[in-house]
């Protein structure tokens, strides 16, 4: 069974921090680029982050970029994004996913999906 299961959302004030887990199970995550997205509401979803297979390369839009960082634990087959200096657009669901080998642009070719995490940035 393939599955993967965010975790670490929650309730965070402006300014803070959070890390957020996706947990792989059924497969290895090593061999997968693991992407970050998020949908807040009235929005449409945008990718927040993604890492390559074996931690390669990893891309950030300017949204985030400089605040969240993105990595994975290969013996624990699990990957990560650290929130920092969070804002309240920051606010969405955030949703993990994976498809072979690299990064794409494109959200249809990531082939696993987790169910998301709630991320509320409030004061």
């Known amino acids: 069974q393939l599955q993967l299961v965010e975790s670490g959302g929650g309730l965070v004030q402006p300014g803070g921090s959070l890390r957020l887990s996706c947990a792989a199970s059924?497969?290895?995550?090593?061999?997968?680029?693991v992407g970050w997205f998020r949908q807040a509401p009235g929005k449409e979803r945008e990718g927040v982050s993604c890492?390559?297979?074996?931690?390669?390369?990893?891309y950030y839009p300017e949204s985030v970029k400089g605040r969240f960082t993105i990595s994975r634990d290969s013996a624990k087959n699990t990957a990560y994004l650290q929130m920092n200096a969070l804002k309240p657009e920051d606010t969405a669901v955030y949703y993990c996913a994976v498809l072979p080998g690299y990064c794409s642009p494109y959200e249809s070719q990531y082939d696993h999906w987790g169910q998301g995490t709630q991320v509320t940035v409030s004061s």
């Open positions: 890492i390559s297979r074996r931690d390669v390369i990893t």
């Open positions: 059924g497969f290895t995550l090593d061999t997968y680029a």
